[in-house]
């Protein structure tokens, strides 16, 4: 089992930038590919951003390519995601998730499948 606690979320205005955490307990997560997924209210829960287990290789969606940044260290079993140039349809609750999957398929993973965090709320004002 993967214990998984998002952190840093907050109220931003557009063209701000947040960084978000996200700390694992209960196993290494050098072993997991991680992940942010984001949920607005009455929408799916979509995928945002993933990282291979050793963080050589990154993936995002479109939406936040150039100004959304994942990392990790797994020395602090930690990720985390780094959000410039925020926009108002930035707004949701962001996810943090691990699973064994490849990084490069975790666009697909949504519960019960993998590790989820129970979230933190980003809010963009215009």
């Known amino acids: 089992q993967v214990q998984l606690v998002e952190s840093g979320g907050g109220l931003v205005q557009a063209g701000g930038s947040l960084r978000l955490s996200c700390a694992a307990s209960g196993r290494t997560i050098s072993n997991y590919a991680m992940g942010w997924f984001r949920q607005a209210p009455g929408k799916e829960r979509d995928f945002v951003a993933a990282i291979t287990r050793s963080g050589r290789s990154t993936f995002y969606a479109d939406s936040v390519k150039g100004r959304f940044t994942i990392s990790r260290d797994n020395a602090k079993n930690t990720v985390a995601l780094q959000l410039n140039s925020l926009k108002p349809e930035d707004t949701a609750v962001y996810y943090c998730?691990?699973?064994?999957?490849?990084?490069?398929?975790?666009?697909?993973?949504?519960?019960?499948?993998?590790?989820w965090g129970q979230g933190t709320q980003v809010t963009v004002s215009s």
């Open positions: 998730a691990a699973d064994q999957s490849p990084a490069q398929a975790m666009g697909s993973l949504r519960p019960p499948r993998g590790y």
